[in-house]
């Protein structure tokens, strides 16, 4: 059942109003029941095993570690097991193949496995290290674990952030279903009328390589990124505002990251919550670990104090962005792609700062004014695109090939001579471009102004008109597949 | 330990970490106000407090703390 969906619309609105018609105190049972029925209709008794899996040893995890005393051997040794049996499902579904092995469930669709098992094992984490008392209602942790508007695609939650807001009863807010209303049909724009009618371009090219070569794999690559970014933030749009008409608040995924100037800028805005998840749940115990802190000291004696501290610290970057690169798919292009081309940014970045800082210098360069930040933000554009090459490519190899046509062919002039009209028809890049320059205007505001909240002072004829514009622009300019149903979010396969 | 010679020990590990003599922490001082203090560098400072004061923050904590108050209140307990 894909959120864009009719049949989804439908069970979300039934789901909404018995949620505000029922006594208060049965809401979260009935998101429960409603969550488990959404997961088996998305993805049958199969996948709902894997995920009663994980909440039955999750919901043990954190009866038993936090019995265990704090700082003891047993309890270091109790995580580990339970994180281990945590994660054999995802190993199974997703991984089994990259390690050579065969996969014992064949094409099972892990529907959003990756996801909610982050947040189960944040759970069992905080458990462990003492900021969380267990839930002690299995009920109440399947709904965590459960919560169906962020099932398939996230945000990754924390149960810290979650408990209060999931199992607390919520009256009905005239604004909070307004706000989250709006943000779907926003969510739904972005998704039907950007990501999809870009997608038809950067599909022929990209499936029909070396057909399209040079400028052709440039253009399809810059039309991914604004495809893969309308589609993800788009899930977000409609998933946080499905969420906050149950009265919900869920974390933020995006914050207008090709707005970022520098690559860690950049991770700081997009998919935020992947990126904290892996910093605190992998990278700091990393680092606090007594391997890193002996490591440390090696270093520190044989670099100097100041280069020493570095070389652990690249290590661990290593880890992580090895991890987040394998956590999108067990395949070298998502890990070259996602996670190692991206630590090769940071840390040459950190690396050539000095000689960076002495040429900007010599040059004269005012870093203070918009040009300079123009071409930091263009820049870095520019190195998140390379690695959406690998992210798009179906394998390595292929992504190495393209990258060496897009430097080899030299081809220009087909943003000229309407050599374009060959991927997308006239109309539509005029409303692909048209789209975009909307959603630019939306980003640079949201900078400045809290937008829904600026609408909603209005007079009631231009909110309205507004409203019914951007559904009307839905309606008309969205791409929607057979019996009107779109194509699945990307990072939904995760 | 008193207040005083925690936020002295404190003073030491930060100018040491930052590489800067000029760095005075304060109960409110959080990583806003200190340039190079980013995620990244936010573990070599718990790590590097660790080994000044002998003593050893939870992983809870060490994400949890709000600001350098907060880090003091946590060794004021442990040592």
């Known amino acids: ?494 | 330990m008193t207040r005083e010679e925690i936020f002295s020990g404190l003073n030491q590990v930060f100018q040491d970490v930052f590489d800067d003599e000029e760095i005075r922490v304060a109960e409110e001082t959080t990583a806003e106000d200190i340039e190079d203090w980013d995620s990244l560098e936010h573990i070599n400072l718990i790590v590097a407090v660790e080994r000044h004061f002998g003593m050893k923050f939870t992983m809870g904590e060490v994400t949890g703390m709000k600001n350098v108050g907060a880090m003091a209140d946590i060794i004021e307990e442990r040592v």
């Not at chain 1, 088996?40 to 919901?59: E, N, P, Q, R």
């Not at chain 1, 589609?231 to 995924?253: A, H, K, T, W, Y």
């Not at chain 1, 991206?342 to 800082?357: D, N």
Request: hydrophobic share 50%.
């Open chain 1, 1 to 494: 059942m894909a959120l864009t969906s009719f049949s989804f619309l439908c069970f979300f609105t039934i789901t909404a109003g018995i949620y505000y018609v029922i006594p208060r105190r049965f809401q979260w049972m009935l998101l429960l029941a409603a969550s488990l029925v959404f997961y088996y209709v998305s993805g049958g008794w199969a996948v709902l095993c894997f995920l009663l899996y994980g909440i039955v040893i999750t919901y043990l995890a954190g009866l038993t570690l936090e019995r265990v005393k704090e700082g003891s051997k047993r309890k270091g040794l109790l995580t580990g097991i339970f994180v281990i049996l945590t994660l054999i499902p995802l190993f199974l579904l997703k991984y089994v193949r990259f390690f050579g092995l065969s996969a014992p469930f064949g094409a099972l669709a892990p529907l959003g496995i990756s996801f909610y098992t982050m947040s189960i094992l944040g759970y069992v984490i905080d458990v462990s290290w003492g900021i969380l008392p267990a839930q002690r209602n299995p009920f109440r942790h399947a709904l965590f674990a459960a919560y169906f508007p962020q099932m398939t695609s996230g945000p990754i939650t924390r149960y810290s952030q979650m408990a209060g807001q999931l199992f607390a009863p919520h009256a009905f807010s005239y604004e909070q279903i307004a706000f989250g209303a709006q943000r779907i049909l926003w969510g739904f724009f972005k998704k039907l009328v950007i990501s999809e009618r870009l997608a038809m371009a950067v599909n022929l090219v990209y499936d029909q390589y070396p057909v399209y070569q040079g400028w052709y794999l440039v253009v399809a690559t810059v039309c991914f990124a604004f495809q893969l970014y309308t589609d993800f933030s788009g899930c977000m749009d409609i998933v946080l505002g499905v969420s906050q008409i149950f009265g919900i608040s869920l974390p933020e995924n995006f914050t207008c990251p090709y707005f970022s100037r520098s690559i860690s800028e950049y991770w700081r805005r997009w998919h935020i919550t992947l990126g904290a998840w892996f910093k605190d749940y992998l990278f700091y115990p990393l680092q606090k670990s007594g391997l890193f802190i002996a490591y440390l000291d090696w270093s520190k004696k044989r670099f100097g104090k100041k280069r020493g501290k570095k070389l652990p610290l690249y290590t661990g970057m290593l880890i992580l962005w090895f991890s987040v690169g394998m956590w999108h798919g067990g395949s070298w292009n998502f890990i070259v792609g996602s996670g190692l081309l991206h630590w090769f940014y940071i840390v040459s970045g950190e690396l050539f700062t000095p000689l960076w800082k002495r040429l900007i210098a010599l040059l004269r360069i005012n870093t203070e004014v918009f040009s300079w930040h123009f071409f930091q933000g263009l820049r870095t554009f520019f190195l998140v695109n390379l690695g959406f090459v690998f992210f798009r490519a179906p394998s390595l190899r292929t992504a190495l090939s393209m990258l060496a046509s897009m430097g080899r062919v030299f081809n220009p002039r087909i943003l000229f001579d309407g050599s374009l009209c060959r991927l997308l028809k006239p109309q539509d890049w005029v409303l692909a471009i048209f789209s975009l320059l909307i959603l630019l205007l939306v980003s640079v505001l949201q900078q400045r102004i809290r937008i829904r909240e600026t609408l909603a002072v209005q007079n009631l004829a231009f909110r309205w008109s507004l409203y019914l514009l951007l559904f009307a622009a839905v309606l008309i300019f969205g791409c929607y597949g057979g019996d009107y149903d779109a194509a699945a979010f990307i990072y939904q396969r995760f």
